[in-house]
């Protein structure tokens, strides 16, 4: 029999607060992302692991990161966080210790391989891969060249054709482009930042970016404007050959 995929909520951008009454672009963030896991819930499918990659506070507070724990923790499933533009790494990995959370690195399950990589810059909304990290994931794509492998972290790598979002996106994005392209067993590349659902084919490898579970930025536009969509989140099935299937899911807004 063959092995069952690998079921993944792939959440993003949550801004929690420490105060569970704070709102963000009058939206209540704890109550969405509440909203958001409980639909995610009681979908059809199971719910196997958690991926989080970044922006999980607003405040960049212990608080903020401690109510995140309090809201995943319930489901009992792996958790895999990594930091975003608005988090402070440190307290996040702090904060979020032991299991069933981590923070970063390498994650194996089956015939996959789960790379999660940190694109903070301190004092910048864009990103940028450090030397460190490119040696590291380097290294990782070289020990881990039998397995399919995807790649996760906060800040988009292509091109969405949105000028402002770009002018925010992976700055050396030309650079960890060289290092995957070297690696046939790669599938996808997983980001949140943009508030938006995107999907793009590149040599075979996926670029998804998926919608927070707050609010959404309008695609395609010059200028920052926010869009009517809903709170979403997504679903990554990892099958054991290979596949890669996903959906976008959204919720209606919490009151």
Same mark, same amino acid.
Request: aromatic share 6%; proline share 6%.
């Given at each position: 029999m063959a092995d069952p995929a690998l079921s993944i909520l792939h959440i993003t951008d949550t801004h929690l607060f420490a105060a569970a009454d704070e709102r963000l672009r009058g939206v209540n963030t704890c109550r969405s992302l509440r909203a958001v896991l409980k639909s995610a819930s009681t979908a059809a499918r199971p719910v196997d692991a958690v991926l989080a990659t970044g922006d999980?506070?607003?405040?960049?507070?212990?608080?903020?990161? +401690?109510?995140?724990?309090? #809201?995943?923790?319930?489901?009992?499933?792996?958790?895999?966080?990594?930091?975003?533009?608005?988090? !402070?790494?440190?307290r996040l990995a702090a904060t979020l210790a032991g299991p069933p959370f981590q923070v970063g690195g390498a994650?194996? +399950?089956?015939?996959?391989? #789960?790379l999660l990589l940190d694109s903070v810059m301190a004092g910048d909304h864009g990103g940028r891969l450090? !030397?460190?990290q490119l040696d590291w994931l380097a290294a990782a794509l070289e020990e881990h060249r039998q397995r399919h492998v995807l790649i996760a972290l906060h800040h988009h790598v292509l091109p969405l054709q949105s000028r402002w979002l770009d002018e925010l996106g992976l700055y050396n994005a030309a650079e960890l482009l060289q290092v995957i392209d070297r690696a046939p067993q790669l599938r996808a590349v997983v980001a949140g930042h943009v508030h938006q659902a995107s999907d793009i084919l590149r040599n075979g490898v996926r670029f998804l970016?998926?919608?927070?579970?707050?609010?959404?930025?309008?695609?395609q536009v010059a200028s920052f404007a926010v869009?009517?969509?809903?709170?979403?989140?997504?679903?990554?099935?990892?099958?054991a050959d290979g596949r890669l299937e996903t959906e976008v899911a959204w919720i209606e807004p919490p009151q």
């Amino acid at each position: 029999m063959a092995d069952p995929a690998l079921s993944i909520l792939h959440i993003t951008d949550t801004h929690l607060f420490a105060a569970a009454d704070e709102r963000l672009r009058g939206v209540n963030t704890c109550r969405s992302l509440r909203a958001v896991l409980k639909s995610a819930s009681t979908a059809a499918r199971p719910v196997d692991a958690v991926l989080a990659t970044g922006d999980l506070s607003q405040d960049e507070s212990a608080g903020a990161y +401690r109510r995140f724990r309090e #809201l995943l923790a319930p489901l009992a499933v792996p958790v895999w966080c990594l930091p975003g533009n608005h988090d !402070a790494p440190e307290r996040l990995a702090a904060t979020l210790a032991g299991p069933p959370f981590q923070v970063g690195g390498a994650v194996v +399950r089956g015939g996959w391989t #789960l790379l999660l990589l940190d694109s903070v810059m301190a004092g910048d909304h864009g990103g940028r891969l450090s !030397a460190a990290q490119l040696d590291w994931l380097a290294a990782a794509l070289e020990e881990h060249r039998q397995r399919h492998v995807l790649i996760a972290l906060h800040h988009h790598v292509l091109p969405l054709q949105s000028r402002w979002l770009d002018e925010l996106g992976l700055y050396n994005a030309a650079e960890l482009l060289q290092v995957i392209d070297r690696a046939p067993q790669l599938r996808a590349v997983v980001a949140g930042h943009v508030h938006q659902a995107s999907d793009i084919l590149r040599n075979g490898v996926r670029f998804l970016t998926t919608p927070s579970t707050c609010f959404q930025f309008l695609p395609q536009v010059a200028s920052f404007a926010v869009d009517r969509r809903p709170p979403g989140y997504r679903w990554l099935e990892l099958h054991a050959d290979g596949r890669l299937e996903t959906e976008v899911a959204w919720i209606e807004p919490p009151q």
